[in-house]
T-cell receptor, first 115, second 116 residues
Framework: DSGVTQTPKHLITATGQRVTLRCSPRSGDLSVYWYQQSLDQGLQFLIQYYNGEERAKGNILERFSAQQFPDLHSELNLSSLELGDSALYFC??????????????FGPGTRLTVT | AQTVTQSQPEMSVQEAETVTLSCTYDTSESDYYLFWYKQPPSRQMILVIRQEAYKQQNATENRFSVNFQKAAKSFSLKISDSQLGDAAMYFCAYRSSINTGNQFYFGTGTSLTVIP
């Protein structure tokens, strides 16, 4: 158990809908990262927050957005869902960002299925 | 952006034997971190081993060791005395050490089968 929690574990929804994925980082971690893993693919970095502020953005679609709240939990919002958005979405957390020695700990993932 | 390449989509090994998974990467940075993650059927990402680019000594963790060739930008994972529980998808990952987003760049993975 990495200490990172993600809810829900599974999510099934229809095209055009909007969903919210939630992540709680490990106690003491200020950075949260979101990754998308499509079928049989590696993980693609979406976005990172550090202490409530966006720090880095990867290949995140405009239909997707995220935020990190004062209690440090983060939410990833996916809207106007398409079949291709079906994937496993991972959250990871670390103490800080940049520099040396900041391990990232991954949550168990949320499996999103768009039908 | 940095790219990570795993050229072996699938590998198999006999139980108790040794297997080596390959990984190459492309970067212009001189200081960075490299990782191997294991993803079993449960889909949990499990850190296997990490290597700091500024360290010449290859990292080892029990039965897992790496062969880090910085000039060749190569980072292979050797699993010795393979066990059935080693069967999983293995991902190589790169992370910059400069003060930016600190995100991982992952390869596409190698699926390892362990044959009893």
């Amino acid at each position: 158990d990495s200490g990172v929690t993600q809810t829900p574990k599974h999510l099934i929804t229809a095209t055009g809908q909007r969903v919210t994925l939630r992540c709680s980082p490990r106690s003491g971690d200020l950075s949260v990262y979101w990754y998308q893993q499509s079928l049989d693919q590696g993980l693609q970095f979406l976005i990172q927050y550090y202490n409530g502020e966006e720090r880095a953005k990867g290949n995140i679609l405009e239909r997707f957005s995220a935020q990190q709240f004062p209690d440090l939990h983060s939410e990833l919002n996916l809207s106007s869902l398409e079949l291709g958005d079906s994937a496993l979405y991972f959250c990871a957390s670390s103490v800080g960002y940049g520099g040396r020695g900041y391990e990232q700990y991954f949550g168990p993932g949320t499996r999103l299925t768009v039908t | 952006a940095q790219t990570v390449t795993q050229s072996q989509p699938e590998m198999s090994v006999q139980e108790a034997e040794t297997v080596t998974l390959s990984c190459t990467y492309d970067t212009s940075e001189s200081d960075y971190y490299l990782f191997w993650y294991k993803q079993p059927p449960s889909r949990q990402m499990i850190l296997v081993i990490r290597q700091e680019a500024y360290k010449q000594q290859n990292a080892t963790e029990n039965r897992f060791s790496v062969n880090f060739q910085k000039a060749a930008k190569s980072f292979s994972l050797k699993i010795s005395d393979s066990q059935l529980g080693d069967a999983a998808m293995y991902f190589c990952a790169y992370r910059s050490s400069i003060n930016t987003g600190n995100q991982f760049y992952f390869g596409t993975g190698t699926s390892l089968t362990v044959i009893p």
